[in-house]
T-cell receptor, first 110, second 116 residues
Framework: GENVEQHPSTLSVQEGDSAVIKCTYS??????FPWYKQELGKRPQLIID?????GEKKDQRIAVTLNKTAKHFSLHITETQPEDSAVYFC?????????FGDGTTLTVKP | GAVVSQHPSWVICKSGTSVKIECRSL??????MFWYRQFPKQSLMLMAT?????????EQGVEKDKFLINHASLTLSTLTVTSAHPEDSSFYIC????????????FGEGSRLTVL
């Protein structure tokens, strides 16, 4: 089955700096790669996603890159703000399957 | 984005009783829904994949007789925790996937179960 590895598990940055979170996956059938932000006790919220026919996608301060050959994808947050502090999950989805990374706790220090 | 509603948001029950959690896609039809369990400060652990009109597919280590899943319609899936015990206390969350090969995944609000 699919295996998703996410790094780092914790990340602390200064406000205004960039944050990068990386994930690797194993199943070549996975074709959809979303990123979610989860605040304590709340549901994960989709923040950006990328499909396997695209290499990069950007939405304001957030960007995602995908390398299908190497089976890895990354989340980039620029100009971080304290409200970006949360747990971020990557996921790899294929037909009838969803596998999540273990999450990254991002702390943005003011 | 699409809306997925989960109910109840929290429930407290006595050991030995059964608890049903509902997951509804409010503005789209979901042929596939997923059920997860999440422990504090940990990731989402996939429990099972719920397919409309057929039996759920359970992940290894998840007892299908304890966690009954029913997906009777394209907008509703239910998870019943049978004969609940304190170790079943957790945050249970569902998600529903939009139709299509690369359909987006949306989450319910989650249900916090506490078994006394």
């Amino acid at each position: 089955g699919e295996n998703v590895e996410q790094h780092p598990s914790t990340l602390s940055v200064q406000e205004g700096d960039s944050a990068v979170i990386k994930c690797t996956y194993s199943d070549s059938a996975s074709n959809y790669f979303p990123w979610y932000k989860q605040e304590l006790g709340k549901r994960p919220q989709l923040i950006i996603d990328i499909r396997s026919n695209v290499g990069e996608k950007k939405d304001q301060r957030i960007a995602v890159t995908l390398n299908k050959t190497a089976k890895h994808f990354s989340l980039h947050i620029t100009e971080t703000q304290p409200e970006d502090s949360a747990v971020y999950f990557c996921a790899a989805l294929g037909p009838g399957k969803s596998t999540f990374g273990d999450g990254t706790t991002l702390t943005v220090k003011p | 984005g699409a809306v997925v509603s989960q109910h109840p948001s929290w429930v407290i029950c006595k050991s030995g009783t059964s608890v049903k959690i509902e997951c509804r896609s409010l503005d789209f039809q979901a042929t596939t829904m997923f059920w997860y369990r999440q422990f504090p400060k940990q990731s989402l652990m996939l429990m099972a994949t719920s397919n409309e009109g057929s039996k759920a597919t359970y992940e290894q280590g998840v007892e299908k007789d304890k966690f009954l899943i029913n997906h009777a319609s394209l907008t509703l899936s239910t998870l019943t925790v049978t004969s609940a015990h304190p170790e079943d206390s957790s945050f249970y969350i569902c998600s529903a996937r939009l139709a299509g090969v690369t359909g987006e995944l949306f989450f319910g609000e989650g249900s916090r179960l506490t078994v006394l």
